[in-house]
């Protein structure tokens, strides 16, 4: 079965510049998560998708920072303009749809993002 | 307050050693419990979940849970080199459809 994909793997771009990441999560599974991991920290989630629909977006800068899920398949996640806080790896994850209790996320290789 | 907490690393135990890893939650409305390791570079990889108080082994690992104390630890049996990693711990609220909250992780080395 093949993993949660992401491209790109690396990014460096000047600040104020526009970036855009994408994620193919686990075939069949309805629920795909975006989480920002600063160096030294633990995944933040910002934003959380199920099937095509957003159900919690509540740690998202919206002033600079947008995803959607088109089709409930693939994601983008663009960040503009990009700030130097920005600086981090973007992890995508996929689970199965959420019905309450539990759930296991599974992650993708993610994309290291340089903002200089 | 954080939602979690880590034992503060890192932690450096010999070969053939048990190692514990431990973490903390605030939202006694928590209901699920990961333990994911991520390598240097890599990203984070599921180890193991435990939903009910007490134990839960799988191999050389063992969750342990402790709602009454907002407790949730991790002991890796016969530690080894390989097992040198950060650890992260996650909570899951239940109520909010399926959000991880993650610790900063404990970075654990096994020296051989």
């Known amino acids: 079965e093949a993993g949660v994909a992401q491209s790109p793997r690396y990014k460096i771009i000047e600040k104020r510049q526009s970036v855009a990441f994408w994620c193919n999560p686990i075939?069949?599974?309805?629920?795909l998560y975006w989480y920002q991991q600063i160096l030294g920290q633990g995944p933040k989630l910002l934003i959380q998708?199920?099937?095509?629909?957003?159900?919690?977006d509540s740690q998202l800068p919206k002033d600079r920072f947008s995803a959607e899920r088109l089709k409930g398949v693939d994601s983008t996640l663009k960040i503009q303009p990009a700030k130097l806080e920005d600086s981090a790896v973007y992890l995508c994850?996929?689970?199965?749809?959420?019905?309450?209790?539990?759930?296991?996320?599974?992650f993708g290789p993610g994309t290291r993002l340089t903002v200089l | 307050q954080k939602e979690v907490e880590q034992n503060s690393g890192p932690l450096s135990v010999p070969e053939g050693a048990i190692a514990s890893l431990n973490c903390t939650y605030s939202?006694?409305?928590?209901?699920?419990f990961f333990w994911y390791r991520q390598y240097s570079g890599k990203s984070p990889e599921l180890i193991m979940f435990?939903?009910?108080?007490g134990d839960k082994e799988d191999g050389r690992f063992t969750a342990q849970l402790n709602k009454a104390s907002q407790y949730v630890s991790l002991l890796i049996r016969d530690s080894q080199p390989s097992d040198s990693a950060t650890y992260l711990c996650?909570?899951?609220?239940?109520?909010?459809?399926?959000?991880?909250?993650f610790g900063r992780g404990t970075q654990l080395t096994v020296w051989p």
């Open positions: 994850a996929s689970s199965l749809e959420f019905q309450g209790g539990h759930n296991e996320q599974f």
């Open positions: 996650a909570c899951n609220r239940g109520s909010t459809l399926g959000r991880l909250y």
């Open positions: 998708f199920q099937n095509n629909g957003v159900v919690d």
């Open positions: 939202d006694r409305g928590s209901q699920s």
């Open positions: 075939s069949g599974h309805a629920t």
């Open positions: 435990i939903y009910s108080n």
